[in-house]
């Protein structure tokens, strides 16, 4: 991606509303990252592919193509599948945000919302990416390998595609193996402090995180009533 080692980030705004659009860009800029807007699916998927860029800042209810598929399209291409996605909507019910994470969004703002709420979440990848970048590099959870660096996973010497949420919290589990995870630790793990989701948006990521992980997804444990926890197959 573009920026990741600097504090300015590159972010491809999408939304077919034009006053909203413009509002974004002008406190994204003001707070110091670049900003390429789109007004509809069909470019957004154009200009992800040529820019790739740190931050992906989708609309939902868009004519023509709308913002789930445009999320699904992404993450079904390797040199889109990592953009970490922030998807908007007016809908607040929470089948509607289900579907966004499905889709592979991962984190989800609902309209309307304060534009310094939505620089926050930005400004919170941009800073957790940073500290990735200055952790060891490798992490290993019996097959599972994980790159912070290079943001890759591989299974059984496999590559595997996980969205940016999906990474860091199977990052945070590999890291505290062994030791239980709450929901709240999670979210704050992967997505931010004082970051507002309900439980069941980290249900979602991990419901995905093992499907991905295949024949090994057993090593992600669920703590009923506390949270998770990554097995590690070298102990009993």
């Not at 705004?13 to 002008?26: A, G, M, N, Q, T």
């Not at 591989?154 to 505290?176: D, H, K, M, Y």
């Not at 444990?221 to 097995?231: E, F, H, K, L, Q």
């Amino acid at each position: 991606m573009t920026s990741t080692h600097s504090n300015t980030m590159h972010i491809l705004v999408v939304d077919d509303e034009p006053d909203l659009r413009e509002l974004i860009e002008y406190n994204l800029t003001q707070s110091g990252h670049k900003v390429t807007c789109a007004a509809d699916g069909i470019q957004a998927l154009e200009l992800a592919s040529s820019i790739v860029p740190d931050v992906l800042v989708l609309d939902v209810m868009m004519p023509e193509l709308n913002g789930i598929e445009v999320a699904k399209r992404l993450r079904n291409k390797t040199e889109t599948a990592s953009i970490p996605i922030i998807m908007l909507t007016a809908k607040a019910e929470e089948a509607h945000e289900l579907e966004g994470l499905d889709a592979g969004a991962d984190d989800y703002i609902t309209k309307p919302f304060s534009m310094p709420v939505l620089v926050a979440r930005i400004n919170s990848l941009s800073r957790r990416t940073r500290m990735e970048n200055t952790m060891d590099a490798s992490i290993t959870l019996g097959p599972i390998a994980i790159n912070l660096h290079e943001h890759q996973v591989s299974v059984a010497g496999q590559p595997i595609q996980l969205t940016i949420t999906e990474f860091r919290l199977l990052a945070a589990l590999a890291q505290s193996k062994g030791k239980v995870l709450s929901r709240a630790e999670l979210i704050s793990r992967a997505i931010g402090p004082a970051v507002t989701v309900t439980p069941r948006t980290v249900d979602v990521h991990i419901t995905a995180l093992r499907k991905k992980l295949g024949d090994h997804a057993n090593l992600i444990s669920t703590v009923r009533a506390v949270g998770y926890r990554a097995d590690d197959p070298s102990i009993g």
